[in-house]
């Protein structure tokens, strides 16, 4: 199985894939076709899945973004979900949050996610929870500002609707608390569709801790 993010970097691939097919360098375009397939083919095999049959569909001149799409659906069988944490996990990973809004489950395609994340609107907070490299839960959350702007997320390092989150720190010396943030996507729905490296949701949350 491959993970939510290595399937974004597909997807990614296979938009480059169809930008290149309607340039008119020949030389270029198969140059740069071949890379890319490429790119698409050892992120399937280093999980031990053969993506010859998706590759050779995708290698064609003609192809349309219905039937890209298509394939895409396709490739996405071999996409591991992300394990939902229970309640009584959530509940454990903000212990000190009082009135916390728990994550509707029904609301996510979890082989579209890298982490989870969702807005408490009544208290301008964001929640996230995710895994980290040894495979155990994690948390973090923090003020979220109401306003969308357009900017680039953080975390997926894409434009985005975005809005800045800030976290509480620990308490200095003389009592006082800091904060540290930065411009994320308003929605994680999003973000996690963007985000094709682990590695940058780890980079933020340590900048911001």
């Not at 929870?129 to 702007?149: N, R, W």
Request: with cysteine; charged share 25%; aromatic share 10%.
């Amino acid at each position: 199985m491959i993970k939510a993010y290595e399937f974004a970097q597909v997807m990614n691939n296979v938009n480059q894939l169809l930008k290149i097919y309607k340039t008119n360098d020949p030389t270029t375009n198969k140059a740069q076709k071949n890379i890319i397939l490429d790119e698409i083919r050892a992120i399937y095999i280093v999980n031990g899945i053969d993506a010859s049959e998706y590759i050779t569909q995708l290698d064609d001149i003609r192809l349309s973004k219905t039937k890209a799409t298509m394939i895409l659906s396709e490739m996405k069988q071999f996409v591991e979900p992300f394990e939902m944490p229970s309640a009584k996990q959530v509940e454990k990973l903000f212990k000190k949050v009082k009135k916390l809004k728990t994550p509707p489950n029904d609301q996510y395609d979890l082989q579209m996610m890298s982490y989870l994340g969702w807005n408490d609107h009544s208290a301008n907070r964001k929640y996230i929870v995710y895994k980290d490299s040894k495979g155990a839960f994690q948390s973090i959350y923090g003020e979220l500002a109401p306003t969308k702007v357009k900017g680039f997320c953080s975390i997926c390092h894409h434009e985005s609707d975005v809005s800045l989150f800030l976290n509480k720190t620990k308490a200095n010396s003389d009592g006082t608390y800091t904060k540290k943030g930065d411009y994320i996507c308003h929605d994680s729905n999003v973000c996690n569709q963007h985000l094709d490296d682990i590695e940058k949701l780890y980079h933020f949350i340590q900048k911001i801790k």
